[in-house]
Nanobody
Framework: QVQLVESGGGLVQPGGSLRLSCAASGTLWTFDTMGWYRQAPGKQREMVAV???????NYADSVKGRFALSRDNAKNTVSLQMASLKPEDTAAYFC??????????WGQGTQVTVSS
């Protein structure tokens, strides 16, 4: 059974930084795509950043230049380094992984709150 476990959320002041990490377990396969989505209250879940096993990354326009994704295929881990955080980045952040371009997996979410 595949599980994604997130860590690293919390409260940070505007302009601050946070690092989110996600570790996958329950499979020996390398995920095709891994990354992060977020969902703010009253809004739909949106893609933040994803990266393929080949290293091709895609970022939401709202986070380009501020967030950086890193991935370790051998360990099936993915991390999101967030800098210059804004109040509008406040959301629950979910780790995402896709296997065999068919199966989607989600973490339980970690809260990021940007507030002074």
């Amino acid at each position: 059974q595949v599980q994604l476990v997130e860590s690293g959320g919390g409260l940070v002041q505007p302009g601050g930084s946070l690092r989110l990490s996600c570790a996958a377990s329950g499979t020996l396969w390398t995920f095709d795509t891994m990354g992060w989505y977020r969902q703010a209250p009253g809004k739909q879940r949106e893609m933040v950043a994803v990266v393929t096993s080949g290293g091709r990354a895609n970022y939401a326009d709202s986070v380009k230049g501020r967030f950086a994704l890193s991935r370790d295929n051998a360990k099936n881990t993915v991390s999101l380094q967030m800098a210059s955080l804004k109040p509008e980045d406040t959301a629950a952040y979910f780790c995402y992984a896709n296997l065999l371009k068919t199966y989607d997996f989600w973490g339980q979410g970690t809260q990021v709150t940007v507030s002074s």
